[in-house]
Nanobody
Framework: VQLVESGGGSVQTGGSLRLSCVVS????????MGWFRQAPGKEREGVAR???????VYTEAVKGRFTLSRDNAKNTCFLQMNSLNPEDTAMYYC????????????????WGQGTQVTVSA
């Protein structure tokens, strides 16, 4: 199983980025996908997740600014991040699980390598 994230980068406060995550090699045809982030010196935290039917959950800090969507035909999910601020700076990780899951890292068993998001003031 391979998860590959892309789309990270450096932006100024108020800017936008769109992260993508492509899943390959998964034996399950239905799976939940989540995005997590980890800033230096902090624990990994859940950002958003989407189940196979498209139902989403967001952490409070990103509600109204981030939108998670998926294309099941391409095993890909997209995290649109708007109105970014320096507190969003972190390494962002995509994760997948064949089970129903929420925003807890332990609920996911496959992870990507991460993509860096840096927001400057």
């Amino acid at each position: 199983v391979q998860l590959v994230e892309s789309g990270g980068g450096s932006v100024q406060t108020g800017g936008s980025l769109r992260l993508s995550c492509v899943v390959s090699g998964y034996i399950y045809d239905k799976f939940c996908m989540g995005w997590f982030r980890q800033a230096p010196g902090k624990e990994r935290e859940g950002v958003a997740r989407i189940d196979y039917e498209g139902a989403t959950v967001y952490t409070e800090a990103v509600k109204g600014r981030f939108t998670l969507s998926r294309d099941n035909a391409k095993n890909t999910c997209f995290l649109q991040m708007n109105s970014l601020n320096p507190e969003d700076t972190a390494m962002y990780y995509c994760a997948a699980t064949p089970y129903s899951a929420q925003l807890y890292p332990d609920m996911y068993n496959h992870w990507g390598q991460g993509t860096q998001v840096t927001v400057s003031a």
